[in-house]
């Protein structure tokens, strides 16, 4: 498991025990009316609405919550239009760093995200220099207290690709063309699925054991991720889980 990976979870546990949940709604509504204005209202057709919807549902956004947000974007009702923008750039040690936002006024946000990199010790970057160097993959998570050699063998018998553990759950790894199929599937093996996103998965890894350097990257990946724009950073870095349970403390 990386460092990155066990960041992740460490944020999104501490997210739900200390944001408002005004917060973490928006930006999963956010990402609802954004799915529906470039594909459309249709879930049938429309597969990034239906990773938005069911990312949404995995976050107890209520039903109605989301079907108003769909018909905003859909024009039915009066809404804020916001686009998707993908921000590159490098934290200390050359760490590579993607931004993924949603905003309504690129304007502000540009401008923000690159002051937070400048500010804490990174340098944001040009379309394309980083972004080479992850691949788009399916992520569902499921309970760390599920025998991991059965759940295995379910996994290669329904086509996942892999399985890792973040600490807490398992991780299952597919295609992201596959990600819904998989869950579909899991779920009909009787496996509780907890979550299901798509995310983007480093081809390498930057090996980070310097705790200052580490530290630094940490309050990078935060500060990013603290946005109210931001939906999700990715970095390629591996930091001991002895800086990190450091770095929590």
Excluded at 94 to 117: H, K, M
């Amino acid at each position: 498991m990386s460092g990155h990976s066990k960041w992740a979870t460490t944020k999104h546990r501490k997210g739900a025990q200390d944001r408002a949940r005004a917060k973490l709604f928006a930006k999963l509504i956010r990402a609802v009316e954004v799915a529906v204005r470039e594909g459309g209202a249709d879930a049938a057709s429309n597969a990034s609405l239906r990773t938005a919807y069911q990312k949404a549902r995995d976050g107890s956004v209520p039903l109605d919550t989301i079907d108003r947000a769909i018909k905003r974007a859909s024009g039915d009702l009066d809404g804020v239009r916001y686009e998707a923008i993908t921000y590159e750039g490098y934290g200390p040690s050359g760490v590579a760093i993607i931004v993924e936002t949603l905003t309504d006024n690129r304007n502000r946000t540009s401008p923000e995200i690159r002051n937070i990199f400048s500010k804490n010790n990174g340098n944001s970057a040009e379309p394309g220099a980083v972004s080479w160097q992850f691949d788009r993959k399916g992520s569902i998570e499921v309970p760390g207290t599920l025998d991991e050699e059965k759940l295995l063998e379910t996994i290669m018998e329904i086509g996942g690709e892999n399985l890792t553990s973040n600490g807490e759950n398992f991780l299952v790894t597919t295609e992201a063309t596959e990600t819904a199929a998989i869950r579909e599937a899991l779920e009909t093996a009787g496996i509780k699925v907890l979550s299901s996103d798509l995310i983007l998965v480093p081809q390498h890894f930057v090996s980070v054991t310097d705790e200052s350097e580490a530290k630094k990257i940490l309050r990078l990946m935060e500060a990013l991720d603290d946005h109210d724009d931001v939906q999700s950073v990715y970095a390629n870095f591996d930091i001991p889980d002895a800086i990190l349970a450091t770095y929590e403390g």
